[in-house]
């Protein structure tokens, strides 16, 4: 077997062996032996079929079997775990055998220190003055005061409704009744469709998803809500234990911050994991990229999807980050001795089972039964140990959002200066 | 009635390859195994070979084959059909590639 390497791009690799005569031959002994623990062919018996009768019933199959073998034994030279893809073309010339071999190997990653890392996170102050904000207006719209209103609905307003569908073909569903506030936001055409109606008001609206079904909308009732005051009796309103406005905030900023540090636990780790993975630096081909994107595309059903640019460069930048958080995960955990062991392992079912109201016995069965499923639930909790690994390693950062934005400024100018 | 001629192609029905006749294809003058038309002769098998193949045919065996008895299910029996073989050895230096794939 002569072997020549034609070209070097980073992961990829173009390589021509040769295999003289007596190896083709050497070769076409081992496919027929293969072929015929496999194969019956009556007139013949088990394992006794002529290399002969194999290669002329089997045609160009038969060479791709040679091939094939052909690259089993150049492999046993290289790394086979180290495959991602390769392409094999090959082409018999007086008894030669030519294989082309195009390999790409798994691409090195780069992976950045995790000491020089920081993780930007809103100041926790700002966070539980927000949630005590948004927890008293919650509770105050709770509270609220519905005043019977003659005018036109407004937002913030209260309406009582009664809906009926009613299909093309005449019939209808019975009546029902419901209390809403009218909330302002982009997607809230329902609302907006009732703003500015009266009482007795009878609006008709398009089902959202249903072209067939018509809703009637009559307003029974508009009310006006009165918010109460935020004040010391607003406080006793909500719970007769706090005496003043001063002593709920100060119940509601212990809840916020037990929050928070619920939320910290779930959140530092997610967005150390991402800092992390957008650090590392993938060593990959071009060539690489372009033989995952179009084996995707085969999959994927759009037609024409070499005519659509955005939708190619999407793909582009998906097959990359699907070729890089894998890689980075994994050299991170070995390079650390971040392994999954079986009590690990234990109480990630255990916490599972919970979460899908099942029992771990029930989950184990179904893994057994299910090892992509098994696989997939490895790599999300490896995913879940380096995260929590890099967390305790990366700098936090409590930052401002307008703090971020003057830095961001500051940053532009420099570049432009 | 009017007795049909029968052609090359009526003579030679199929090839018999085997672990057998394989074996005798591979000798210096090599056996090819046919089976044959019940009508078929020495001299018709001959002809048709040559025609068909384009080789020189050096002799040509012919035999019946007799019917074999066959059970079915236990309690069936029945006989194997009758059909004519044919070996034919050719010349030193003719092969027919097509039947030794």
Avoid: C
């Avoid at chain 1, 091939?67 to 390769?86: C, G, I, Q, R, T």
């Avoid at chain 1, 036109?152 to 569903?173: F, L, Q, R």
């Avoid at chain 1, 967390?391 to 003057?406: M, N, T």
């Amino acid at each position: 077997m002569e072997e020549k390497l034609l070209e070097r791009d980073r992961n990829y690799e173009e390589w021509q062996v040769v295999f003289n005569e007596q190896e083709v031959k050497k070769l076409e002994d081992k496919v027929t032996r293969y072929l015929n623990t496999r194969l019956s062919l009556p007139g013949f018996r088990p394992g006794r079929i002529p290399k002969s009768i194999l290669k002329a019933r089997l045609g160009q199959k038969f060479e791709d079997y040679i091939a094939d073998f052909a690259y089993s034994e150049w492999m046993e030279k290289h790394d086979e775990s180290n495959v991602l893809d390769h392409e094999l073309s090959h082409e018999f010339k007086d008894g030669v055998l030519v294989l082309n071999l195009k390999m790409h190997w798994i691409p090195e990653v780069e992976l950045p220190k995790p000491e020089d890392l920081t993780v930007e996170i809103p100041p926790s102050e700002e966070l539980v003055e927000k949630f005590i904000r948004n927890a008293l207006e919650n509770l105050r719209g709770e509270k609220a005061i519905l005043e019977p209103k003659e005018g036109p609905a407004e937002y913030g307003d209260v309406v009582e409704i009664e809906i009926k569908a009613k299909v093309k073909n005449g019939e209808s569903s019975e009546a029902k009744t419901y209390q809403i506030i009218l909330r302002e936001g982009h997607n809230n055409d329902f609302a907006a469709q009732i703003v500015g109606r009266k009482k007795d008001d009878v609006i008709h609206m398009s089902h959202e998803t249903d072209e067939n079904v018509t809703l009637e909308v009559k307003l029974l009732q508009v009310y006006r809500r009165i918010l109460p005051e935020l004040d010391d009796s607003f406080a006793k309103m909500v719970d007769e234990g706090f005496e003043t406005l001063a002593d709920l905030e100060e119940s509601l900023r212990k809840i916020g911050f037990e929050k928070l540090e619920v939320f910290k636990k779930e959140f530092i780790p997610k967005i150390a994991l991402i800092e992390f993975i957008k650090n590392a630096k993938l060593d990959v081909s071009e060539k690489t990229i372009d033989r995952l994107l179009e084996k995707s595309l085969e999959k994927a059903d759009k037609k024409d999807p070499y005519e659509d640019e955005e939708f190619l460069r999407n793909a582009r930048e998906e097959v990359v980050r699907y070729l890089k958080v894998p890689l980075t995960i994994n050299k991170y955990a070995s390079e650390n001795d971040i392994e999954i062991n079986e009590e690990i392992f234990e109480e990630y079912v255990e916490r599972l089972a919970a979460n899908y109201s099942t029992t771990s016995e029930r989950l184990k069965k179904l893994l057994a039964k299910k090892p992509d499923l098994l696989d997939d639930l490895l790599s999300e909790l490896l995913r879940e140990l380096v995260a929590q690994d890099l967390a305790g390693k990366v700098a936090i950062i409590e930052k401002a959002a307008d703090q971020k934005a003057e830095d961001g400024g500051e940053e532009g100018e420099s570049n432009e200066s | 009635m009017k007795e049909r001629k029968l052609t090359y192609h009526d003579i030679l029905i199929r090839p018999i390859i085997t672990e057998k006749t394989s074996q005798l294809m591979a000798q210096e003058k090599p056996k090819y195994t046919f089976e044959v038309s019940k009508l078929a002769t020495k001299g018709m098998v001959k002809e048709a070979v040559e025609h068909l193949f384009n080789v020189k045919v050096e002799k040509v065996n012919i035999m019946n084959v007799k019917p074999k008895p066959k059970r079915r299910f236990s309690l069936q029996y029945g006989r194997t059909r009758t059909w004519k073989k044919a070996i034919v050895t050719l010349k030193k230096g003719y092969r027919i590639t097509e039947l030794e794939a």
